[in-house]
């Protein structure tokens, strides 16, 4: 059974940088993609950047050179390193993965894990 566990978020003042961790297990590598995603109260779901299992990396408009992703193997491990944070990016993030390629879409991932808040004032 996969299992995504989120870890490394917290409160930040604005400028500020942030390691987020996503420990997955249960699945054997194939064909997959692993989102990040991140909702603010009130608002939609919505995407931060996808990791493909080719290795592909897609990031949203608005965290286009401040966040980066990246991959621990040995780990099983994925990691959204955000800089510069604003507080426009506080929100709870998740992470999740869907055994086929990257979608944009939220309800195209099948697992997610429970979600770590980042706070940035």
């Known amino acids: 059974q996969v299992q995504l566990v989120e870890s490394g978020g917290g409160s930040v003042q604005a400028g500020g940088s942030l390691r987020l961790s996503c420990a997955a297990s249960?699945?054997?590598?194939?064909?997959?993609?692993m989102g990040w995603f991140r909702q603010a109260p009130g608002m939609e779901r919505e995407g931060v950047a996808t990791?493909?299992?080719?290795?592909?990396?897609r990031y949203a408009d608005s965290v286009k050179g401040r966040f980066t992703v990246s991959q621990d193997n040995a780990k099983a491990t994925l990691y959204l390193i955000m800089n510069s944070l604003k507080p426009e990016d506080s929100a709870m993030y998740y992470c999740?993965?869907?055994?086929?390629?990257?979608?944009?879409?939220?309800?195209?991932?099948?697992?997610w894990g429970q979600g770590t808040q980042v706070t940035v004032s």
């Open positions: 249960g699945f054997k590598y194939g064909s997959y993609c």
């Open positions: 999740a993965l869907r055994r086929a390629g990257c979608s944009a879409a939220a309800a195209d991932y099948n697992y």
């Open positions: 990791f493909d299992s080719d290795g592909k990396i």
